[in-house]
């Protein structure tokens, strides 16, 4: 009898890669900031591309490589720089999307900077970035573009971490950053219901990106073993978070607004006690 071989799935997408089926994103225009390749902000903007949206892209640092690759893609791209602090940048940005689309959609306020320092030796320079970028800069990022946000289904997505959630050592200023933000999603969605605008937010764990890997050279042994306990599918990648973000920002999400959505950790995650020998 022949042998028969055994078949090893296949896929045309590399791991993390979405594989949309739909096409949500059709005549909608979808501005990104902090979109960075490799980043979240790179895989959200591509994924939202791929669903037929029209991207702007708007980040402190170029974002050539990510605005050539979309346009290769077949993709409107818009590729704006400055910084989210200043409201002159933030004017200009929303001046740009106005003569360039007319209107916005989608709002994904992503841009962000991380900040591991004990809170006794914490410099007022380096809270006050962390707050102004997390937080200040995306109050006025939203603020300037709102009244571009009149469309039907428009929808603000915040880019805020599991540590808005929970308390980690040494992340106060970011924690307290991101607490903030989901603070702000959940009366912002209260207050822009009635225009019809919803504003909704991630939380997500550990995500493998640049600013993770610049972060990791500080993280010991035992830290990465306790981070990967309250990660029971292993660590996130940015197309993980961009599927959620695709989906919240989309008319299937037509019904949610004010929450934010923890991913690849759960609130109330119990350890693995079970690993833990307490015999005597
Ligand atoms: P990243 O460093 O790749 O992306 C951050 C982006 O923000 C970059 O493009 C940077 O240029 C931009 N940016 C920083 N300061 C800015 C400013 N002042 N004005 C405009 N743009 C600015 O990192 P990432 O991990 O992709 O982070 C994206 C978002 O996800 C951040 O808000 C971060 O806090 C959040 N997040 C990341 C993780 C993770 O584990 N990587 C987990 C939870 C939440």
New binding site residues.
């Given amino acids: 009898m022949p042998r028969v071989e055994k078949q090893t799935e296949t896929t045309t997408q590399p791991a993390g890669r979405p594989t949309p089926a739909m096409w949500r994103f059709e005549n909608k225009v979808v501005l990104v900031?902090?979109?960075?390749a490799?980043?979240?902000?790179g895989a959200v903007a591509q994924r939202l591309a791929s669903e037929g949206a029209q991207i702007v892209l708007?980040?402190?640092?170029p974002s050539d490589d990510l605005a050539d690759e979309l346009r290769a893609a077949g993709s409107d791209v818009l590729a704006t720089q400055?910084?989210?602090?200043t409201q002159g940048d933030v004017d200009r940005l929303a001046g740009a999307i106005s003569e360039h689309a007319g209107r916005l959609d989608v709002l994904v306020n992503?841009?962000?900077?991380?900040l591991g320092v004990r809170f006794e030796d914490m410099p007022d320079s380096e809270w006050e970035h962390v707050l102004g970028?997390?937080l200040t800069?995306l109050m006025r990022v939203t603020r300037s573009v709102l009244p571009l946000m009149k469309c039907k289904g428009a929808v603000i997505v915040n880019?805020?971490?599991?540590?808005g959630m929970v308390g980690c050592p040494g992340m106060t200023a970011?924690s307290a950053s991101?607490g903030a933000v989901i603070s702000l999603t959940q009366s912002l969605g209260l207050e822009l219901a009635p225009q019809g605008v919803r504003v909704v937010g991630v939380?997500?764990?550990?995500?493998r990106?640049?600013?993770?890997r610049r972060f990791s050279e500080h993280l010991t042994p035992d830290m990465l073993s306790q981070i990967r306990a309250t990660h029971p599918l292993g660590l996130?990648r940015?197309h993980d978070v961009a599927a959620a973000v695709a989906f919240l920002a989309s008319d299937d999400a037509r019904w949610i607004t004010g929450v934010t959505l923890p991913m690849g950790w759960a609130p109330g995650l119990t350890l693995p006690l079970d690993q833990i020998n307490t015999a005597q």
Wanted: hydrophobic share 40%.
């Fill in positions: 900031t902090g979109a960075s490799g980043g979240i902000g708007f980040s402190s640092e400055g910084d989210v602090r992503n841009a962000g900077v991380e970028v997390n800069g880019v805020a971490s599991a540590l970011y991101k939380a997500p764990g550990v995500v990106t640049p600013l993770l996130g940015p």
